[in-house]
């Protein structure tokens, strides 16, 4: 499985599905699996049990993981989706932008 460049808290574009074109925060980075999930995006209904006495059950709406590669990382100085380049070796690694050349 190849390295993710999407880590939690990054803000992404959805490039595909029918979310395509929604921005968001990713939440939760699943490297193993080559997930991400996104903020407000691929939203799903949970049909929920009460797990205790006195807490209601029901159907709950929450966000579904998708594929890492429909996502497209944000840059932070320009705002426009971007491809991730790499500068430096080991602890030194930094993510650039392909647009602008920031680091983030």
């Known amino acids: 499985m190849p390295k993710m ?3 939690k808290g990054d ?8 979310d395509k074109g929604a921005q968001g ?7 193993a699996e080559g997930k991400v999930i996104v903020e407000g995006v ?5 049909h929920q ?6 807490q ?4 709950v709406e929450r966000e579904a993981a998708i594929d890492a590669s429909n996502v497209m990382l944000i840059c932070p100085k ?11 070796e080991g602890k030194d690694k930094k993510r650039v932008c392909k ?6």
């Open 5 to 7: 460049n999407i880590k």
């Open 11 to 18: 803000k992404v574009q959805v490039l595909s599905g029918k």
């Open 25 to 31: 925060e990713v939440l939760r980075a699943l490297p």
């Open 42 to 46: 691929a939203m799903v209904k949970k």
């Open 49 to 54: 049990k009460p797990t205790q006495a006195g």
């Open 56 to 59: 209601s059950g029901g159907i």
């Open 78 to 88: 320009c705002g426009k989706p971007t491809r991730v380049g790499h500068t430096g």
């Open 99 to 104: 647009k602008c050349g920031a680091e983030f």
